[in-house]
């Protein structure tokens, strides 16, 4: 752009341009990673195919009294990977419970990373600029983040989804609120370093206060570790959801991966050698698991480059 016709643009426009180039940026070094690019696929076809489940899945052949087949069929043209011991479609039922599997590892993360993000942002700035006040809440934070960072996660989970009533709702509760400390303290490393750039010191000579200087400054600075973080935690929030379930605290009604192998394990699949209704779920989420796996260090190694290296 030419410089009368940069003067004349806008700012907004300018910012525009500015954004589109950055994403083109972005797009280009993500596409350098091949396995994040499998990743990538791999996650776009299991949610297209959970978006897509109530077209191709009849929710009645999910019932125990609808069922369309016999029981322990093995995978034929009929059944791709069988029934399970009510006559039901292991397919469908792999299929269904990528949807609450999904669901409960995105609204997990979601829960997680906001409280770790709000947790690592408000400790990181009034533990380098909130004088004595800010010094003890930022310790009292901190010292909270490492009473659950040392706290076997799967048995607090396990205590809070006892307690709590059984439900899917439950069970994202319970993941959230054990799953937050590492990303916490994440946020707060690179909260520290973001507070002592020039332009952080500058916008409070400037007067912008605690609420401005973490919202317009320090926030957008975390988001690329956030956004890295995120991904990473979703795969834990989907192992840690099958366990649950895997265990017997998720909600018996509701189909989900977890649910499916803790239903093959209650059944006796394991002993009678019924591998058909144990192989499926647990690959689902092998495969799930990698995929946000593979994706996340891709974020990382984009957004990140000299931790990459």
Do not use: K
Not at 93 to 122: E, H, I, K, Y
């Amino acid at each position: 752009m030419s410089a009368p016709a940069a003067a004349a643009a806008s700012p907004r426009a300018l910012a525009g341009q500015r954004r589109r180039r950055a994403l083109r940026r972005f797009a280009r070094d993500y596409a350098r990673h091949g396995a994040g690019l499998v990743g990538l696929a791999a996650l776009v076809a299991i949610t297209g195919i959970a978006l897509a489940a109530p077209w191709f899945v009849d929710p009645a052949h999910l019932t125990i009294t609808g069922a369309p087949g016999e029981p322990y069929e093995p995978p034929s043209r009929a059944f791709p990977l069988g029934t399970d011991n009510f006559g039901r479609s292991v397919l469908d039922l792999v299929v269904w419970g990528s949807r609450v599997s999904l669901t409960v590892g995105f609204l997990a993360t979601a829960v997680s990373v906001s409280l770790g993000t709000l947790v690592g942002v408000t400790a990181g700035h009034f533990g380098s600029a909130g004088g004595v006040f800010g010094r003890i809440t930022a310790s009292v934070l901190m010292r909270v983040t490492d009473w659950f960072l040392v706290l076997p996660t799967l048995v607090l989970a396990v205590a809070l989804a006892a307690v709590l009533p059984r439900g899917t709702a439950t069970i994202v509760v319970a993941i959230g609120l054990t799953v937050w400390p590492p990303t916490a303290r994440l946020v707060r490393a690179q909260t520290l370093a973001v507070e002592a750039r020039p332009f952080v010191e500058r916008a409070r000579a400037l007067g912008g206060g605690h609420a401005h200087v973490m919202a317009w400054h320090v926030l957008p600075n975390v988001m690329p570790v956030v956004l890295a973080q995120t991904t990473l935690l979703v795969a834990t929030s989907i192992i840690a959801e099958s366990t649950l379930a895997f265990l017997g605290m998720g909600d018996p009604a509701t189909i989900s991966w977890g649910g499916v192998l803790e239903a093959a394990r209650t059944a006796g699949a394991v002993s009678a050698g019924i591998w058909w209704y144990m192989v499926p779920p647990g690959l689902a989420i092998a495969v799930v698991a990698l995929s946000f796996t593979l994706c996340g260090r891709a974020l990382e190694a984009v957004l990140n480059p000299r931790e990459a290296r």
